[in-house]
């Protein structure tokens, strides 16, 4: 039998990786080539034929597909091919959710996959009775790196991330190197020129998989911002996927899951300040707290992933 497929509208995407990996499937990346968003339908009916086309060569058992957008789904929804959806929170707390096509997608799908429970929640109240499953993000550990002396900020830019407050706070710490892969130059012009006049932080673009994880790795502490509740953030998985201190963004969510050793702050300049300044203090416990952290886990994402077997056809995800 062949493998399942993943098929994921993004250049890269940590999850679809790792999930893809646990489910044993084929990942098709998409990256949107339309660099103006009114241009993007243009890739969405490019990908879904290539999608199609795909499906037709590899016959997969099911796939798994990346939402937002949902339309990733539309190729197996059209060629009859049994899928599930991996939601992420955009789906359900941006206009995605008000497509005309979103609800026939994603009600045909076998089932949703929801990250978090806040988020589940949400899903139900949007479109009452879908058929939806929590799946928080797999773990794949990130070996050690050599040390480079950097916090490091996962970011992507996206409207939940308070940039203003990052680059306050950098402002505000002349004494502390900062280093991320964001793309800067989507910022607002007024903060993209204060960005760029930081000598303390570092822009380093594009990273191979490889080389990002080093990244990640080698950091001091890594920083994590969002403002939207009930959003599990990638990057603190990733933080705890290399064992390195994170500070992040309190909301319910981030203090249920991250909690029990994440520095937890506010979208404010001074609590920024002061929550990587504690980050990045000596503590001999600090080690023990984080890999206790994630042995916790990734033994409840084993649970996850193992109802989420009992839902595809039968031999079809391999272990």
Not at 154 to 179: K, S, Y
Not at 237 to 265: I, K, M, Q, W, Y
Request: glycine residues 4%; charged residues 20%.
């Amino acid at each position: 039998m062949s493998s399942p497929l993943f098929i994921s509208w993004k250049r890269y995407q940590r999850r679809s990786d790792v999930l893809a990996e646990a489910l044993g499937a084929e990942v098709a990346w998409r990256p949107s080539k339309a660099t103006p968003k009114f241009l993007r339908p243009f890739d969405y009916l490019t990908h879904t034929s290539n999608d199609l086309k795909l499906l037709r060569s590899l016959r997969p058992p099911f796939v798994v597909a990346q939402a937002q957008p949902h339309l990733s789904a539309l190729a197996p929804y059209l060629g009859r091919v049994p899928y599930i959806v991996d939601a992420h929170n955009g789906q359900f707390q941006s206009w995605w959710r008000k497509v005309p096509s979103t609800a026939s997608i994603l009600r045909k799908a076998q089932l949703v996959l929801t990250h978090t429970q806040e988020a589940d929640a949400i899903a139900q109240a949007t479109f009452p009775g879908l058929r939806t499953l929590v799946v928080h993000d797999p773990l794949r550990e990130i070996p050690p790196a050599a040390p480079r002396g950097w916090v490091f900020v996962v970011a992507t830019v996206a409207p939940d991330e308070p940039m203003d407050v990052l680059i306050d706070a950098i402002e505000a710490m002349p004494d502390v190197n900062f280093a991320t892969t964001a793309p800067l130059h989507r910022l607002p012009p007024p903060l993209r020129e204060r960005a760029e006049r930081l000598r303390n932080f570092t822009t380093l673009g594009f990273l191979d998989l490889p080389d990002y994880e080093a990244a990640v790795a080698a950091a001091r502490a890594v920083v994590v911002l969002t403002d939207r509740d009930a959003t599990q953030p990638s990057g603190a998985c990733e933080a705890l996927s290399a064992g390195r201190p994170l500070v992040l963004s309190r909301t319910r969510t981030t203090e249920a899951l991250f909690g029990n050793f994440a520095t937890l702050v506010a979208n404010e300049r001074d609590s920024l300040v002061a929550g990587v300044r504690t980050a990045i203090e000596e503590d001999p416990t600090a080690a023990g707290r984080i890999a206790a952290a994630r042995q916790a886990w990734m033994s409840r994402t084993a649970t996850e992933l193992e109802t989420l077997r009992a839902h595809v056809p039968a031999g079809a995800a391999r272990r």
